[in-house]
């Protein structure tokens, strides 16, 4: 078990290390990971935007659904390691119109960006926290804080609650 789930992170921080650009600026980050979707696309290489920490989650969802349901036979292992939602547009679908970012709330190695926008015609508020290591800033969590969903993703990667694997 654990030489797959060190195989799973080694795989996804060299897909990551080809498509990564270093970021400086928290907001630049989210700037350049959200513009695909103000034109109706998906970023590239999402992992390419995660932290260690949030890599190693999704390794551990992975390794999980894996035990329950045998997904690491999956031809797709990029599809196993993304969750059924996009956390960055809170949906399956969009299309984003009114995009704010904030400025970043810094405290040393770790910032936190409110970033609001509208999906079709949905409002959402996200908060994404983001740490800087050597490769710049790396996205670190990714909480909705919208009128009508409530959720934080490590939280969600950690205990499944709708038991998806």
Do not use: C
């Not at 710049?136 to 909705?144: E, M, N, P, Q, T």
């Amino acid at each position: 078990m654990r030489v797959i789930l060190g195989a799973l992170v080694a795989i996804m921080a060299l897909a990551g290390a080809a498509h990564a650009a270093t970021f400086d600026d928290p907001k630049a980050l989210l700037a350049a990971l959200y513009d695909p979707y103000t034109h109706g696309q998906k970023p590239d290489d999402l992992p390419s935007y995660y932290s260690d920490g949030l890599k190693m989650m999704f390794a551990k969802h992975v390794q999980q659904a894996e035990l329950t349901n045998g997904i690491a036979s999956s031809p797709d292992l990029k599809a196993a390691i993304e969750p059924d939602f996009d956390p960055f547009v809170d949906g399956k679908r969009y299309l984003l119109f009114d995009l704010v970012i904030s400025d970043p709330v810094v405290n040393g190695d770790h910032a936190l960006v409110n970033v609001s926008y509208k999906n079709f015609d949905h409002p959402s508020v996200l908060t994404v926290a983001l740490v800087k290591g050597a490769e710049g800033w790396k996205v670190d969590d990714v909480a909705s804080m919208g009128t009508d969903q409530h959720w934080m993703l490590s939280w969600l990667l950690t205990n499944d609650p709708w038991a998806q694997h």
